[in-house]
């Protein structure tokens, strides 16, 4: 993946999703985020199994 983006931004939905992540949990997947990409947009997406959050991020997406 190469990607370029707005670092401000970036740090501001990883700073939303992060409210989500369990800081104890049985399940060690629940302590990442998943991050992903469409034409222009990079999606974060982090959740506790009763609570999901995602947010959004334009970048210039140079290799997918």
Known sequence: MNISFNRDRMF???QMVNTVIPTRSAMPVLHNVKISTDDKIVSIIATDL??????YVKADIKEK
Do not use: M, S, T, Y
């Open 12 to 14: 501001q939905a990883f």
């Open 50 to 55: 009763e609570v999901c959050i995602q947010d």
